[in-house]
Structures are given as structure tokens and as C-alpha cells.
């Protein structure tokens, strides 16, 4: 089942819950099949990688997690907090994203 979404890759969203609740970052990536989003220094793991080809260097590397997006809110620069988002149809048919709080565009 796909899930209904409205964040979009370069979103900021703030954590709602769980350790890492508070913390503020940029989705990177987001899956709809899982309606999970991989976020910024968010759910880092880190990662021993070995050199495979030469020049390459191996090591620890660090590698987000995705999360379920229901723990996540879209970020409101102008409310300084996490927000709801709407969708708005315009006139020719596209979507506006606004938000919930303020009415703001984004
Ligand atoms: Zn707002």
C-alpha cells in the first residue's frame, strides 16, 4: 500500500519522538512503498566498509536509517516549530503545499 505523503526530498523536518526527538534535518531520500524518509544525521548508523578497488579507503562511514515519516514533521521556518502541511489545488490543476499554522506556502 503506498502511503500518502506530502514531504518532498529537500524538506526540513524535525524528530517528534523517540532519542532523537528535537533534532532538525533534510530528507535525503524517501521511500512511499514503507513510508519511511531518510533524514539528514538522523538514525546514523555507522558502517565498516572495506577497499575494494585501490585508492579507495576503508573504514568506519556513517549511513542514515530510514524512519517512519510519521515520526518526523515537516520543519516551519516562520513557526519555529514542527507543523502539519496542506495541500491546496489550484485553479490548473496542481498542489500547493502550505502550512497548517502559519498558511504559508512552501
Ligand atoms: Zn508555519
Known sequence: MLTKMKLKKGD???VNTGAEKGKKGT????DRK?????VKDINVRTKHVKA???GQESGIIKVEGPIY?????YFCEKCGKGVRLGVK???DG?????CKSCNEMK
Open 27 to 30: 530528507i535525503l531520500d524517501i
Open 94 to 98: 496542481t498542489k500547493s503545499r502550505y
Open 52 to 54: 575494494r578497488k585501490q
Open 89 to 91: 489545488v489550484n485553479e
Open 34 to 38: 514503507t513510508g519511511k524518509v531518510t
Open 69 to 73: 515519516a510519521s515520526k518526523v514533521s
Open 12 to 14: 526540513t523536518v524535525i
